[in-house]
């Protein structure tokens, strides 16, 4: 018997596409009235570059044309009136008014922290706010449907109370930090601000280039790369595990913490300055080797290795890719699932057996994306073999017992927009 694969649907933009209206008919049903707007914003997809942005690497994510969608309208108050169509029935409150750190719990912790991010920005003109939310961003995939919320809502806020933030790439990072500060220390989720930076700043037809060095600007730390699969005829195949993905149960904290405290033995600033030296040395798999004897246990090398290896990809994935080499961009791939699953130890058996079953069917490289622990995996392969894959991945599935997954042909698409 053959084996079907869901496949994920992105919803229409637009002010009557499917996203702004299925938010808008939420708000219309809850509040009573129209929306003063609707506004989206993407989830992404992380190429190569894993667990490099806080360590101030290099990363490249696409926007997914899947959204997250928000109708919103402005109050007068410090209140904050929320709803979403995963639970329509049950809208929540809360009040800005003397709220801290942690002081919202649940998915109302993400918006209600954007607000009072800006509000600490020094933008004190943000006040209460009805808003209605609609998503097709597949919650736990590691998609980024948390980043997908906060930048849409950011981008909502940033209207409704004239921030005049959102027009510009330097006023669209203020909004990115807001939404990290809503995740970091509202929500209490880690992130190292890749997916909020994709969500912002991504462009149709490109993958970002994202710089993550603290000492480079809003305009000199993203570089637009072209990535036209379609053109290369080429498919990016996304399949979402259904493996329980979360951040926040201390894996995620842990090595990161270790990341710092080998960059501080190492006497650099972080793990970029490290990659840097190594990657620049006449001979990189020595200068590597040497650098990491400086350190004191097997499993802090172990994590060091993928991190300035996982950097050094990225610009290799780039110039493979620009010249039409797709057999090397997909060892690429490879080699960052191999580090993930065996340096870095944040795959599960279901991102594995993801990739050795697209690897297996013909995909030039396969890898897991996203902070591992579960969520998705992306295969490179060529135009029209993405269902194929799919379907060999989920009989695989099938015949280890793991949840049916889901899949997704994803081209690059846009960043957060108002849709009306």
């Keep these: 018997?053959?084996?079907?694969?869901?496949?994920?649907?992105?919803?229409?933009?637009?002010a009557d596409g499917q996203g702004?209206?299925?938010?808008?008919?939420?708000?219309?049903?809850?509040?009573?009235?129209?929306?003063?707007?609707?506004?989206?914003?993407?989830?992404?997809?992380?190429?190569?570059?894993?667990?490099?942005?806080?360590?101030?690497?290099?990363?490249?994510?696409?926007?997914?044309p899947t959204r997250t969608y928000v109708a919103a309208s402005p109050r007068t108050d410090s209140r904050v009136r929320l709803v979403s169509t995963m639970d329509p029935e049950h809208p929540v409150q809360a009040d800005l008014d003397g709220l801290q750190a942690r002081g919202v719990s649940g998915w109302a912790a993400y918006p209600v922290g954007?607000?009072?991010?800006?509000?600490?920005?020094?933008?004190?003109?943000?006040?209460?706010?009805?808003?209605?939310?609609?998503?097709?961003?597949?919650?736990?995939?590691?998609?980024?449907?948390?980043?997908?919320?906060?930048?849409?809502?950011?981008?909502a806020l940033d209207?409704?109370?004239?921030?005049?933030?959102?027009?510009?790439?330097?006023?669209?990072?203020?909004?990115?930090?807001?939404?990290?500060?809503?995740?970091?220390?509202?929500?209490?989720?880690?992130?190292?601000?890749?997916?909020?930076?994709?969500?912002?700043?991504?462009?149709?037809?490109?993958?970002?280039?994202?710089?993550?060095?603290?000492?480079?600007?809003a305009?000199?730390?993203?570089?637009?790369?072209?990535?036209?699969?379609?053109?290369?005829?080429?498919?990016?195949?996304?399949?979402?595990?259904?493996?329980?993905?979360?951040?926040?149960?201390?894996?995620?904290?842990?090595?990161?913490?270790?990341c710092e405290q080998a960059a501080h033995l190492l006497r650099v600033a972080n793990l970029r300055q490290a990659a840097d030296q190594v990657n620049g040395?006449?001979?990189?798999?020595?200068?590597?080797?040497?650098?990491?004897e400086q350190l004191p246990d097997e499993t802090m090398r172990r994590r060091v290795r993928h991190v300035i290896s996982e950097i050094g990809r990225v610009d290799r994935f780039i110039e493979a890719f620009g010249r039409g080499d797709y057999v090397l961009a997909g060892r690429?791939?490879?080699?960052?699932?191999?580090?993930?699953?065996?340096?870095?130890?944040?795959?599960?058996?279901?991102?594995?057996?993801?990739?050795?079953?697209?690897?297996?069917?013909?995909a030039y490289g396969a890898r897991m994306t996203g902070g591992g622990f579960g969520g998705s995996i992306i295969a490179l392969a060529d135009a029209g073999k993405g269902s194929d894959l799919a379907r060999e991945i989920a009989e695989r599935f099938v015949s280890k017992g793991f949840k049916s997954p889901r899949a997704l042909i994803a081209l690059p698409s846009s960043a957060a927009a108002r849709e009306s």
């Design 114 to 155: 954007v607000a009072w991010a800006l509000q600490r920005d020094g933008f004190p003109q943000v006040q209460g706010f009805d808003l209605a939310l609609a998503s097709c961003v597949p919650v736990g995939s590691g998609l980024s449907s948390s980043a997908a919320m906060t930048c849409a809502v950011a981008l």
């Design 332 to 362: 690429l791939f490879n080699a960052s699932h191999d580090s993930l699953r065996d340096d870095y130890e944040v795959t599960c058996p279901e991102l594995d057996e993801a990739v050795d079953a697209a690897r297996q069917g013909g």
């Design 219 to 258: 305009m000199s730390n993203v570089r637009q790369v072209p990535f036209d699969l379609e053109a290369a005829g080429l498919e990016l195949l996304v399949v979402d595990t259904r493996a329980q993905h979360q951040l926040n149960d201390g894996q995620y904290d842990q090595r990161r913490a270790t």
């Design 1 to 14: 018997m053959t084996t079907t694969v869901e496949f994920m649907q992105a919803w229409t933009q637009g």
């Design 159 to 217: 209207d409704l109370f004239a921030l005049g933030l959102g027009g510009d790439e330097a006023g669209r990072v203020r909004l990115i930090q807001a939404a990290i500060t809503a995740e970091n220390d509202m929500a209490g989720a880690s992130t190292g601000g890749m997916d909020q930076s994709a969500s912002m700043r991504c462009r149709s037809g490109c993958a970002l280039r994202l710089d993550c060095r603290p000492e480079l600007d």
């Design 20 to 64: 702004a209206t299925k938010a808008r008919e939420l708000f219309q049903k809850v509040y009573g009235e129209d929306p003063q707007g609707v506004w989206s914003a993407p989830g992404r997809v992380n190429l190569i570059g894993e667990h490099t942005d806080y360590n101030a690497g290099l990363c490249l994510p696409i926007a997914l």
């Design 281 to 292: 040395a006449a001979d990189p798999p020595s200068a590597l080797a040497a650098l990491l």
